[in-house]
């Protein structure tokens, strides 16, 4: 790898690129940002499963902890302040033009009937991932019972979901540690 | 000072939102929603449903741009000004990103030991399912209201996201599109404003 050979601004106009031409979430930007770093040698085509995984078990925006990764990877703190910076300003840019465009548009009648057709999408193309992700990984009835309980305090009793995933990150660190204690 | 307050208020709680968040997108937004619409009244449910259709049909990963509009349009709406706004949405950006900043860099020097732990497998297989929920709540939340009076539920249908019948078809047909016709979001989110053209 060519560690001291890349220059922040080069990282950041990479990483800019990335963020500007993916739409659709995370997931959407892994090809790209495989193909943007394996091109340049900064990064090997091993490397890149671990960085998916770490950044999607780490907490936050996932294409964020991507950059901050790549980007620490390649000049530390520095290359990671450059990368997140890079990734983040294209979309900065083009919602905030939206938000203070769409202030002066939304009582436009045109306007209004598309988000009438919209809104309802929007439910569904929530709604989908969801379903996918519950196959995955609710294979056994108390994973069954940690989603429906979260979604029905959050939904029926409007708990915060930020105290929800609080209580499940004690109660599962909880539990798997005593578990590995009592093992031994 | 009241604008004072609230930069500082829309700063904790996307903080808050980036060190909570684990799972992705579609769990910010279930936290996202939990705090700006449900706790803070910032927005409401169909501005919020607006926010994730824009999200999703623009570049960039959808917590931050929901961050960026939901920052700029809190401060503008209170202010009045576009530039404070502006200074609203990078308020909430950067504190979206604080969180991973420190704690990806933390992990990045464990990681290889980190990844094998038990510990962390173990926590992992509870979370997951619980970001499933959470997820299936904020769809929920964007369908139906649910009020409490005595320690009774009422559910309200939540009317601007649900204007009629014809939403609720649209509902069925999105979700049919993209779970078994695999179409594209973007696709199936202009289709959505062309039939809503069409039809209102």
């Not at chain 2, 927005?43 to 961050?67: C, K």
């Not at chain 2, 709406?77 to 909430?92: D, K, N, Q, R, V």
Request: glycine share 8%.
């Amino acid at each position: 790898m060519n560690q001291e050979k890349v220059s922040l601004w080069q990282i950041f106009a990479v990483f800019a690129k990335i963020g500007a031409f993916t739409i659709g979430g995370g997931y959407a930007m892994i090809p790209i940002i495989q193909d943007e770093m394996s091109r340049r040698g900064w990064i090997s085509e091993e490397e890149l499963p671990d960085i998916v995984a770490l950044s999607q078990s780490a907490p936050g925006v996932m294409a964020v902890n991507i950059s901050i990764f790549a980007g620490y990877r390649l000049r530390g703190v520095k290359g990671s302040i450059a990368a997140t910076l890079g990734s983040v300003t294209p979309s900065f840019c083009i919602i905030l033009a939206i938000a203070m465009l769409f202030t002066s548009f939304k009582d436009n009648p045109w306007v209004i009937k598309a988000f009438k057709g919209i809104r309802p999408v929007v439910i569904s193309l929530i709604a989908v991932p969801m379903v996918n992700m519950a196959r995955k990984c609710c294979k056994s009835w108390w994973a069954w019972t940690l989603a429906i309980t979260s979604l029905l305090l959050v939904a029926l009793l409007n708990v915060s979901p930020i105290y929800i995933i609080l209580c499940v990150l004690v109660l599962a660190f909880g539990y798997t540690y005593f578990k590995e204690q009592w093992k031994r | 000072m009241e604008t004072v307050i609230l930069f500082l208020q829309l700063f904790g709680t996307f903080f808050l939102i980036g060190a909570f968040t684990i799972g992705g997108g579609y769990a910010m937004l279930s936290l996202i929603q939990g705090e700006v619409v449900t706790a803070h009244h910032w927005i409401s449910e169909s501005t919020f449903t607006d926010i994730v259709a824009i999200s999703q049909m623009t570049p960039g990963p959808i917590g931050i741009n929901s961050a960026t509009y939901v920052g700029y349009t809190v401060i503008s709406e209170a202010t009045g000004s576009h530039f404070l706004g502006i200074c609203g949405s990078a308020t909430a950006t950067l504190a979206l990103i604080i969180p991973s900043f420190i704690l990806v860099l933390l992990i990045v020097r464990f990681y290889t030991k980190f990844k094998k732990s038990v510990l962390f497998e173990g926590v992992m297989s509870w979370l997951r399912p619980t970001v499933v929920g959470l997820i299936g709540a904020a769809a929920v939340i964007l369908i139906v209201k649910t009020t409490w009076s005595q320690g009774m539920p009422t559910f309200t249908v939540v009317e601007e996201n649900f204007p009629d019948w014809k939403s609720w078809i649209l509902l069925a047909a999105a979700f049919g599109a993209s779970y078994w016709g695999k179409v594209n979001p973007i696709l199936t989110i202009v289709a959505g404003a062309v039939i809503g053209l069409l039809i209102y």
